[in-house]
Every structure is written in C-alpha cells, then in structure tokens.
C-alpha cells in the first residue's frame, strides 16, 4: 500500500520540539512513523528535538526524499510535575496574589534551549514548529522563540483533550497558531476556532498478518494480549482479576503482558496476585518488545484488550491490532471509542466496568465465527482510515495552511 506522491511541503523546514526519548514508546512511535511517511512524500527538512536516555550525538539521516536531522537534548530531571503535586498547585495560585511571580511546572528541564535554536536559524530558514509536548518551561521558551521570528507554532496533545485544561499548557496556547488532538472527545470550547483533529496512524504494511509465521509462541490456550506500559492506570490488576474469575468458570486462557516495567513495586504487586491466585503458568511477562516480536503476539493471540484507566489520546495499540486481525476490547477512555467501530471490528466498554469486560471476553473466547467477523472488519477499518498516508495527508494539509497563513500575512 505505498502510496506516496504529495510534495505539499516541498522546500519546507520544520522543527519538532518533544520529550520523546528513544525508548519507542507510544509518542516515539508515532512521530517516527510520522517522519518517516512525510519525508517520502515531501522534499522537505525535519529537525527532530528529543530527549535521549543516553548521550546522542547529533545525526542527518536521508529518508525518501527529504532529510531527517535528530538533535539530541539535554536535560536535568525535575522534581515537580504537571497537576500531581501539591505545591506545584499551590505554587501556580500564587501567581493570583503576587504580581509579577510567574511559576510553570516542570517535567524535564532542557538545558542550553536557546544555543540550539540560534544554531537551528543560523542553519536554515524556519518554516514551521510542531510543538509535541507544551507546558513545560523548554517548550515556552521556544515557543516564545518562534512567534518573535514570526514562524508559526502548531502545538499536538497526544494524551486526552483534557489535558488542554491544564493552566500552565492553556496559557502556553497563546503562542500557538493552532492546537491539535488525537481525536475530538472532549475538545476545549476556548480553542474551537483553532483546533484540529489529527488522529493518530500506524504502517499497515508492517502491521500486515500475512508477513507473521505464528509457530513461535509458547502458548496453546486462547491468549489475552495487554500490549503497555506496566503501570498502574493501564488496567493490568483489572485483567489478572478478570483471567481469575474466567478460569474459576472453566474458561482457560492465557494472559500476556507486553511492554516495559515503570515500577519495580507495582511488578511485585502483580507478582504475589499471581502467586496467591495460582497464575503463574497462565500469564507471561515479555518486557518491552521491538516492533517485530510484537507484531507476533498480534498474530497468535485471541484478543487484545486495554483495561485502560489512563488518560489516552488514541491508542497506537488499539490501531495495531486491528491492523493485524486482533479485535480489541478496551474501557472507553480518551480517544479509544474512536478507534473501534463498536460490534463491528471490536468493544469499548464503561471505564471500570470489569464486569462487563469479563463477560464480552469470554463471550468473544467461545463464539469463533464472530472473532473471524471483527478480525475482517478491523484491518479493513484501519487500512481506510488510519493508514500512515491519511496520517501524512491531515498533517500535511495543517502544517500548510499554517506555513502559508503566515507567509501571505493572512
């Protein structure tokens, strides 16, 4: 399905600014895929800003038929993050009462911001920036930055619409041209004139179940798939708890867990759920997987489901496994019932509703023709709409009007 052609934003250069790391996680992957798809299409420059776990040196890298420059950050760790600390609350209020004081919570510090963007503008003209992550103080000085050279700002929230409600990112909107989201649930009243809905998009030619062999996996069993991060509000006690009372009823299945660990504590807490409840040859942890040994557990397993209390923009892992023919059953947080056509290539249910989940999974686990009508529908699904080339087309059309918006002095 490599449809390429455009050359919208040929002769163009834009700037990300992000608090991606290089782990390739959910943000990671999908400005990577992101990239990758505009450059093939477009004769363009992308400065990519990110924050790398490890010192990274700076590296041009040629993509189709543009350039890819990543350029590394550096950055000291904050002890004080957006909306979860009490004095970063009580800090932000006092901006009320004392003139002048102006406090913004901090999540990573970059350090030395202004060498790299004055390195950035002696190099090339400036197009565009796409801000991935405001609210920060590096994202504000860039910001600020940009607008004073009149280059445009796009800013992308990758989490809920809600997060656009959050004071220190509403008050950094002032420097931003247009603000995005990953689907339309929830989008602020305020920004209703200078919003888009950008959705998210995977390669459907990666995720394709016809490149898999599928003889590699331990499991014989029916295999529940929780592809995430494993921390508390991605709902991995909701689902040991839902294999436990499915296996109480004489429905045997297996239970992967598929992504990195955040927290040894929350591990442990797992663990000795497993063990008092008799699970340990039932559930499997494979830590955090590339792209290819996902891809297999996309293939050979039953299901997907996302018990998800997070705050979730539009879950690349809800798209993925469409792609791959694995129907999806998932609370209904953020964006994920955009992502699922509900009875027709999956289910989305009530946020904690475990219940409800339990009895759709193991509904879903006995009824085979059914699994077979979601699978087909689901790739079918995504391949329409959520293919990397419609992810290109609504950024390229955005990105745009803004450079040209600008330009013309409209």
């Known amino acids: 399905m490599e449809i390429y052609k455009s050359g919208m934003l040929d002769n163009t250069t834009i700037v990300r600014f992000t608090h991606a790391s290089s782990s390739g996680a959910g943000t990671e992957s999908h400005i990577e895929c992101l990239n990758k798809i505009l450059l093939q299409r ?38 004080l993050s957006l909306n979860r600390n009490l004095l970063s609350r009580i800090l932000f209020k006092c901006k009320s009462f004392l003139p002048g004081f102006e406090y913004i919570p901090q ?31 590096g994202s504000l000085e860039i910001m600020k930055e940009m607008t004073a050279k009149n280059i445009p700002v796009l800013v992308i929230n990758h989490f809920h619409n809600k997060w656009f409600y959050r004071a ?17 649930v929830c989008m602020p009243r305020y920004l209703q004139n200078r919003f888009v809905n950008l959705s998210n998009g995977i390669d459907t030619d990666f995720f394709n179940p016809e490149l898999v062999e599928t003889t590699k996996v331990p499991f014989t069993k029916p295999t529940l798939l929780l592809p995430a991060r494993v921390v508390k509000n991605k709902g991995h006690i909701d689902l040991l708890k839902i294999l436990y009372h499915l296996k109480k009823h004489g429905l045997n299945c297996s239970l992967v867990f598929a992504g990195r660990y955040d927290s040894s504590e929350f591990k442990t807490q797992l663990d000795n759920f497993i063990q008092k409840h008799h699970l340990e ?12 040994s996902l891809r297999l557990w996309y293939a050979k397993s039953t299901l997907m489901v996302l018990p998800t209390y997070h705050d979730e923009g539009l879950p690349r892992v809800v798209l993925e ?16 019932a955009e992502s699922i056509l509900q009875g027709q290539t999956g289910y989305y249910l009530k946020k904690g509703d475990r219940g409800g989940m339990q009895k759709c999974i193991a509904r879903l686990l006995t009824d085979d023709k059914k699994r077979s009508f979601l699978s087909k529908n689901g790739r079918k699904f995504i391949l329409n709409s959520f293919s990397l080339n419609s992810l290109a087309c609504r950024h390229e059309l955005t990105y745009f009007r803004l450079i040209h918006s600008i330009s013309e002095g409209c």
């Open 321 to 336: 496994s469409q792609a791959m023919g694995l129907p999806p059953v998932c609370y209904d947080s953020g964006g994920v």
């Open 281 to 292: 040859s039932d559930v499997l942890f494979t830590g955090i997987l590339s792209p290819e």
């Open 42 to 79: 477009n004769k363009m420059t992308i400065y990519y800003l990110y924050m790398p776990e490890n010192n990274a040196e700076i590296q041009t890298q040629f993509i189709g038929k543009g350039k890819l420059i990543r350029v590394p950050m550096k950055y000291t760790l904050s002890p």
């Open 168 to 184: 220190a990112i509403r008050k950094q909107l002032k420097y931003a041209a247009m603000a995005a989201g990953m689907s339309n």
């Open 107 to 137: 999540f990573r510090d970059v350090v030395h911001l202004h060498s790299i963007t004055e390195k950035l503008f002696s190099e090339s003209k400036i197009d565009l920036l796409v801000n991935h992550f405001a609210g920060s103080r």
